[in-house]
């Protein structure tokens, strides 16, 4: 113990020698050959830190300290403001610093009285003190440095080492920035062409402890707009009339600087991968198999329920012979991957046209529910017998021809119902595919729709398990009429969604259209079972869902009432940042009535006496997001926070500080976040 205090000693004592002594950073005063009478030139402050070792720029960021200058200089003669090089970000224990781990230059105007004469040789001297850091200790340092300038009509060319000094300097931008400060965070739209590239772009902020220096910061593109948002400090500043601030362009050092002003930030934009301070996105590998993972936790989601009945008769015909079960797995998983690839590229080329839409966006539309609709009542009507057709994936006794194509329209039937929820895993993979280059999302895409089709592919190769599921006879007639309900619920799940997003003429509308349609399946059958052509009723029924599309009035404008024992107030980012401002804390709650994971999470943790005697307690803010219909808003606020859809929930602390929750919640999760 003894030997430890006298070590610690030891080092508290060596540490002003060697600040005196031999700096980590060793520094020289670099002046040009001449200086003109009444010019402003530069010189230079040259910084070498040792190895390991670094220095920081004007705005340290959580830690550390910029460079002090204390000048001594001829009479008349004036300093400017030190121009510092591009830094670098550097996170140490979860604190981010602004710093230089390399050799840089500070330059200075220098200004001399124009009355200096020529031939005069002037002396210059600074104090300087400054921060040298490693990761694990920090010691204080400063120099005296001096030299003189000689001065003369005529300035002398500057060495080469000044101009790479001056190209490491951020070039400064003409046209000012604009900014909206909140409680949230800082919002900028800074004019920078579209055509100048970004890799890992980085805002520094000159004025100090208006940001969280560590958190992530977004970036997008519209048109010659870079629009930037940075989280808030945990604490609530006072609000900036502007803001000074370098954006690095890339890793070599390149960067411009700009002025910001309070002004208009447009909306919308193309979202930028691969930025912030760290990489935002897991390696591509990790990616792919967390969509994988999604898919194949998706067949046991409750948003998918609907569609296993269709699945679990063409499992268990599957078994008729190992081909035709080799047949149906290859075609079943191509139809959903084809399902999934094109529900992501239609995804993906909306956002390109400027389309604020997210993952599941085709549920927001109400003549493709309307459409589903009579789908499930078609369904339905066949498994009951009261018509008989070739569902997908339903015909016996059918060529290997009846077989590929059934199954492949099963596959993309149950992709389209089965992927408008977002489970775990499938969350930060469909959050990934909005940000990631389109070849690279589209992957996504497709190992989404593998995971989805992989339990039906095991048990089509391998016969172990095949050899489990019942072998086909009358049972499977038996089935089909009992699998006529859990479609039935789906139809009257749909009706209820289509008054959602219609209204209630709507659905009138609807319904109307469905009856239609049940009673020409049904002259249908008739015309079947007496041996007769059932092709006219046939015609009839596609003729009426042509016409229901086609003649359906205007969806109603104004969402359903919603009835909550919370009673929360609907999403805005004005009323998000209006209760950050009063240092409230705040439940984000971001759902659809078309997806099932959030309804289970409101009856189980949400709509809870428990909870909400909790958030009385604490005061909390209820904001719920309604995203059943297209809303831009909400679709910025889950981009944002890297989801692709609902369910999302976000939690703001009193500081705050935003934290996503996972997409399960428990009443004790939100208790807890509530104390």
């Not at 003189?148 to 300035?155: G, T």
């Not at 370098?246 to 934009?269: C, H, M, Q, Y």
């Not at 009542?377 to 590929?404: H, K, Q």
Request: proline letters at 9%; one cysteine or more.
């Amino acid at each position: 113990m003894l030997c430890q205090l006298l070590a610690a000693l030891a080092v508290m004592l060596a540490a002003p020698a060697a600040a005196q002594g031999a700096n980590h950073i060793a520094s020289q005063l670099v002046v040009p050959p001449t200086v003109v009478p009444g010019a402003t030139t530069m010189i230079a402050i040259r910084m070498t830190p040792a190895k390991s070792w670094h220095g920081y720029w004007i705005n340290p960021g959580d830690a550390g300290l910029g460079m002090q200058l204390d000048w001594t200089l001829p009479p008349g003669a004036q300093a400017g403001a030190p121009r510092y090089p591009v830094p670098q970000t550097l996170v140490v224990q979860g604190l981010m610093n602004h710093v230089y781990e390399s050799e840089y230059s500070v330059l200075v105007p220098l200004t001399l009285s124009a009355g200096a004469a020529p031939g005069d040789r002037l002396p210059l001297r600074v104090h300087a003190e400054w921060l040298a850091c490693t990761d694990q200790i920090c010691v204080p340092e400063q120099a005296d440095l001096a030299t003189e300038v000689v001065v003369a009509k005529a300035a002398a060319p500057l060495p080469d080492t000044f101009a790479r000094w001056e190209q490491r300097l951020p070039a400064p931008l003409d046209t000012p920035a604009h900014m909206a400060l909140s409680p949230r965070g800082l919002r900028l739209a800074i004019p920078l062409p579209a055509s100048v590239d970004l890799i890992r772009p980085h805002v520094f902020l000159v004025e100090d402890k208006i940001v969280d220096y560590a958190a992530p910061q977004t970036f997008a593109r519209k048109g010659d707009w870079l629009l930037v948002t940075i989280p808030r400090a945990k604490f609530d500043p006072r609000s900036a009339p502007g803001v000074s601030a370098v954006l690095k362009l890339d890793e070599a050092g390149n960067g411009v600087s700009f002025t910001a002003r309070p002004g208009t930030i447009p909306t919308g934009g193309e979202p930028l991968a691969g930025i912030g301070n760290a990489p935002q996105l897991p390696g591509l590998p990790v990616l792919l198999l967390a969509a994988l993972a999604g898919g194949l936790l998706l067949n046991v989601m409750p948003c998918v329920f609907p569609v296993l009945s269709l699945k679990a008769l063409s499992l268990a015909r599957a078994g008729e012979s190992e081909a035709h079960a080799r047949i149906e797995g290859l075609a079943y998983a191509a139809g959903v991957i084809v399902a999934c690839l094109a529900l992501g590229g239609g995804l993906l080329a909306l956002r390109a046209g400027g389309v604020q839409v997210g993952w599941a966006f085709q549920l927001q539309e109400p003549r493709v529910v309307v459409l589903l609709l009579l789908l499930a009542c078609a369904i339905t009507a066949n498994l009951l017998g009261l018509f008989e057709f070739a569902v997908p994936g339903l015909a016996a006794g059918s060529s290997p021809r009846s077989y590929t194509q059934g199954a492949f329209a099963t596959g993309l039937l149950a992709a389209f119902v089965a992927t408008p929820c977002t489970g775990p895993f499938m969350a930060s993979a469909m959050g990934a595919a909005l940000l990631l280059p389109v070849p690279q999302a589209l992957a996504l895409f497709a190992a989404l729709g593998l995971g989805i089709a992989l339990p039906f592919l095991a048990l089509a190769f391998i016969p172990a398990l095949r050899t489990r599921l019942p072998r086909p006879g009358a049972w499977m007639n038996r089935l089909r009429q009992v699998l006529a309900v859990p479609l039935g619920l789906t139809a009257l799940a749909l009706a209820w969604l289509t008054w959602k997003v219609g209204g209630a003429p709507f659905l009138a509308a609807a319904l109307l259209f469905a009856l239609l349609l049940v009673l020409a399946l049904i002259a249908a059958g008739k015309a079947q079972r007496r041996g007769g052509s059932a092709r006219p009723a046939a015609l009839l029924a596609l003729f009426d869902a042509v016409a229901c599309i086609a003649l359906l009035p205007q969806p109603s404008a104004s969402a359903a009432p919603v009835s909550s024992i919370l009673d929360p107030r609907p999403f805005s980012e004005a009323r998000l940042d209006a209760a950050l401002a009063e240092h409230k804390p705040v439940f984000v709650w971001m759902t659809a009535d078309w997806c099932l994971s959030c309804k289970v999470n409101e009856e189980v943790a949400i709509e809870r006496a428990e909870t909400k005697a909790a958030f009385e307690r604490a005061g909390v803010v209820v904001l719920r997001g309604d995203w059943t219909r297209r809303d831009p808003a909400i679709t910025r606020y889950l981009t944002a926070h890297g989801a692709a859809g609902v369910p999302l929930y976000v939690w703001y602390g009193r500081d705050g500080r935003a934290q996503v929750l996972p997409q399960v919640l428990t009443p004790a999760l939100l208790a807890g976040k509530a104390r």
